[in-house]
């Protein structure tokens, strides 16, 4: 890896954060963290790192003690053979509140992020204070039904990369030192705005997926669909408040979590792709802070 975009030279260019690791659950994890106040746990999402909200962690880290954790299989945290199923990434978690001596948190996440936070709040309910959900909810039995062809003359962007990343060995294979195809591919499709994340972002994140152990770890977390699903089934209604934050996954937001909570806001990003965190970061920080704030 490149000096420049290694998490040591890139934790310099965010002011007051600092760079942790933590042994729980049988894995290390990778976290940075600034700032002062009630925790605040942010989980990033495919194919990012912490880097994902570097735009907002000052914003945040003004009010809370900001703390983005990259999951298994992420970034420089371990990737262990198994494992990622969201209800086991949530203990994960769990286990780095209680390291860290937090008797309850306030916590969210981005796509992949988002699934482990809910899972979390699902799984210690008791832990969760707040939970905030970003432009993607935690799998269900409606992804099964999602189209694995286009559907003709429908301005709809099929999420192909869920199936081709449910294969085993193969994408490793194929994509070892050539993620940035990938990468540049989703970004480009995924933002409305594409000045919103850089070439020096993408090469972040590249450099973060290149190994094949980083594709087969991330691919995991896809692999773990399935089971996740099953798990959704047993959880309850969620008790505490929530917060749904989405741009273009707003609907998914809104046709999903009024069946999952009891307290429930949601907000649209409006003109905005998938990526709210680069396309409308203060926009989005705003909505969280508020959110904690009641």
Known sequence: MEIQYSDEELIKLVPNFETHYADVNSTRIHYVAGGEGQPLL?????????WAYHKIMPLLASKYRVIIVEMRGMGNSSKPIDGYEKKNMARDIYELTQLLGYEKVNIGGHDIGAHTAYSFAANYPEKTSKLIILDTPHPDAGMYQLPMLPILGAQYLYPWWLAFNQVKDLPEQLLEGRMNIIIEWLFEKLLKN????????????????NSKDAIRASNAWYQAFPQDIEDSKTYSKLTMPVLGVGGSGYDMLQMTLPNTTTDLQLKKIQDSGHFILAENHEETANYIIEFLEQ
């Open 42 to 50: 942010l989980i990033p999402g495919y194919p990012e790192t912490w």
């Open 194 to 209: 594409k000045n919103s994340v850089t070439n020096f972002d993408k090469t972040v994140y590249t450099q973060a997926y």
